[in-house]
């Protein structure tokens, strides 16, 4: 009945949230300081205030096909003539213009069903990226990443990774590997362990002179990838 729910606050929405976070973080076997738009962009997912907008327009639909007679229909005409705030109505229309769908029930109550989901999954998935590519643009250990659609990134669906090796690659691209700088707030020393006059970093652990001298087939790995 998420469809139905009104007057959701923002407590509401992350208390929802947090449980499908920890979800995802078991999934990835992700550090407590992943940035939270890790998880939903690399695994594909849509944050549940996304799919519960797409629910509440869906039902939309729903309430448009019904005879007026209906108590629901009556119900919803009542709110839109004399809406208050907190109103099932008024939160459907926010979300009809986040996800730049037109407002004008006529022509919703028009089209196809087929259609009209359609239309609706397509435009949640654009609204969330949005929403989460806002998020990632504060966070630094997320700079090397583009995202352009919500989608499974490719090494986690790939069959020839075992999932540990997956869940390393995650820590690599979100900078949560475990390396003094991916972690410096707090700390006063971020040399390298090995001793030589470079922070202890990503980047410089596959071009540090000790571990190259110690693993030589690191170069070979640098070179190509």
Request: net charge positive; glycine share 2%.
């Amino acid at each position: 009945s998420a469809n139905a729910w009104y007057d959701i606050t923002e407590a509401n929405l992350r208390s929802l949230e947090q449980v499908d976070e920890s979800l995802l973080r078991q999934i990835l076997k992700a550090h407590s300081k992943t940035p939270i738009e890790a998880l939903y962009l690399e695994l594909g997912c849509s944050p549940i205030r996304y799919i519960l907008k797409a629910r509440r327009i869906n039902y939309l639909f729903y309430i448009l096909q019904l005879d007026k007679s209906e108590l629901l229909w009556k119900v919803f005409d009542a709110q839109m003539n004399n809406p208050v705030k907190g109103d099932w109505y008024l939160q459907v229309i926010e979300d009809l213009k986040e996800f730049d769908i037109s407002t004008d029930f006529t022509k919703i109550a028009s089209m196809k069903k087929y259609s009209f989901k359609k239309l609706v999954q397509n435009k949640q998935k654009i609204a969330a990226l949005k929403y989460l590519n806002s998020i990632k643009s504060g966070h630094s250990k997320m700079d090397n990443l583009v995202y352009t659609n919500i989608e499974l990134q490719p090494y986690l669906n790939n069959k020839t990774i075992y999932p540990q090796f997956a869940q390393n690659i995650f820590r690599w691209r979100t900078r949560m590997q475990h390396f003094k700088k991916n972690f410096s707030n707090g700390n006063i020393d971020i040399s390298c362990k090995f001793g030589c006059q470079n922070f202890d970093s990503q980047e410089h652990s596959l071009n540090c002179i000790f571990i190259k001298e110690k693993f030589p087939d690191l170069s070979v790995a640098n070179d190509q990838y």
